[in-house]
């Protein structure tokens, strides 16, 4: 039977003619082997963080269903591009905004979730032999309204493409070789990893290592959908994101990442009564903000501080939150440090090694990088430093666990 390759190029691929016309060529030579595809793409280089940074210089806090507007163009510009092309190329191609392919989503502007797929227009363009081209990181409600999927998001729309259309594989092609140990622009001397389970994988994203989207991870793993992560720039085989196989050793680390997206704020003097918090968390999540570590010190007074991490994008919005609920609670004043960053170190082996943590923490002080949060999970370990020391804690932990022996 005809194979089915659902594949997804990021901004770094097609950052420019030259490149998408290589990428062009890269589609069309799956046709020549005689497989249907559908390839999705991100927008040209570094569009989205410029069209961001054009609603930022007009206010702190867009709105949501505007910034939708704004960023979904990025993508839109690219597929065009992409089928006009691999037309030039003598090939048959589309290109399609996600709404027109159907990809329904809930109403939570900038970081929708995909409800449903109705694949009638992809599966008919296949059929026709077209080679399909969508726009990543973007779908459409019930209300017309476009939405996008959080950052990184193209790599969401391809999985769940390649599960509506029970794709053979789905192919992830970056600027890298595939999944490192850590990021290899930090740290030079990082190993390509042949194989990863997608429960690491998920840790390794949602800690940090920008190569993935991390909710595109949960829908292949939810999904078993085969994954290969690999490089837009050579012919080499990447990493393999599968299921958790025995055979696979389990090392107690398998990757370092670094965080360097979210801003801490710290809430001074809030009364300590039962309710407090529930309140405070309740309206910053109202107000669609993301909260992660979150830190509450022991209170000998009847007041204590509460700290908690939030991406540096939502910052302002998270702010004006407080601001308003400072006149219904008792608290100080609000204070907010962009400076920090979130160093992880992950692995499935560390449910089963003792000391890993002790192991970072000693690591870190050695190296003089001072601790401000921790948070663990059964596979991971994290911590919030000073941002300036980020790069330097990133290579000094993948020295401390092994990483560049690691084969
Ligand atoms: P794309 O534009 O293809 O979506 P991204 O910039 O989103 O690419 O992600 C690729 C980048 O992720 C790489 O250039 C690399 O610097 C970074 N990265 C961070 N951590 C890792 C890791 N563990 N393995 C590979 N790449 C990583
Ligand atoms: N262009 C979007 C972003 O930069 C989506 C993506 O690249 O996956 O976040
Ligand atoms: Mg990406």
Do not use: W
Not at 42 to 62: R, V
Not at 209 to 234: D, L, T
């Amino acid at each position: 039977m005809k194979k089915l390759v659902v594949q997804k190029f990021g901004g770094s691929s097609v950052a420019n003619i030259d490149r998408i016309k290589e990428v062009a060529k890269r589609v069309v030579s799956y046709k020549k082997h005689h497989q249907d595809v559908v390839t999705v793409v991100s927008a040209l280089g570094d569009t989205t963080n410029e069209l961001e940074e054009l609603a930022f210089s007009i206010s702190k806090t867009p709105p949501d269903r505007e910034m939708d507007m704004l960023m979904s163009t990025g993508e839109q510009i690219s597929c065009a591009l992409l089928a006009m092309a691999v037309k030039k190329l003598g090939h048959d191609a589309i290109s399609f905004t996600g709404g027109q392919v159907g990809i329904k989503t809930d109403k939570s502007h900038t970081k929708a979730k995909i409800i449903k797929i109705d694949a009638k227009r992809i599966k008919k363009a296949i059929k026709e032999r077209k080679i399909v081209i969508v726009a990543g990181f973007q779908g459409i409600t019930d209300d017309l309204e476009i939405t996008t999927l959080g950052r990184g998001g193209s790599d969401l729309t391809a999985v769940a493409l390649a599960k509506a259309l029970d794709a053979d594989v789905c192919e992830i092609y970056t600027d890298v070789k595939g999944i490192y140990t850590t990021d290899p622009r930090v740290e030079k001397k990082a190993k390509k990893i042949s194989k990863i389970t997608y429960e690491e994988m998920l840790e390794m994203a949602a800690l940090g290592a920008q190569v993935m989207q991390s909710r595109s991870i949960e829908v292949a793993k939810k999904y078993n959908i085969p994954m290969h992560v690999r490089s837009s720039f050579s012919k080499e085989e990447g990493t393999m994101i599968i299921k958790d196989n025995e055979k696979m050793e389990s090392v107690s680390v398998r990757g370092v990442t670094c965080n360097k997206s979210e801003a801490k704020v710290t809430i001074c003097n809030v009364e300590d009564k039962p309710g407090v918090a529930a309140k405070i968390f309740t309206e910053i999540s109202k107000s669609g903000v993301n909260v992660d570590t979150i830190v509450q010190n022991v209170s000998h007074t009847r007041r204590t501080d509460i700290s908690f991490t939030v991406p540096i994008v939502e910052l302002a919005k998270a702010r004006k939150t407080i601001k308003i609920l400072s006149k219904k609670i008792k608290m100080d004043n609000v204070l907010s440090d962009k400076d920090i960053a979130r160093i992880s170190i992950v692995g499935s082996g560390m449910r089963s090694h003792k000391g890993i943590a002790a192991k970072m923490f000693q690591a870190l002080a050695d190296n003089k990088v001072n601790i401000d949060m921790i948070t663990t999970s059964e596979i991971s370990v994290s911590c919030i430093i000073n941002r300036k020391l980020a790069d330097k804690a990133v290579r000094v932990l993948h020295k401390e666990f092994n990483l560049e022996r690691i084969k």
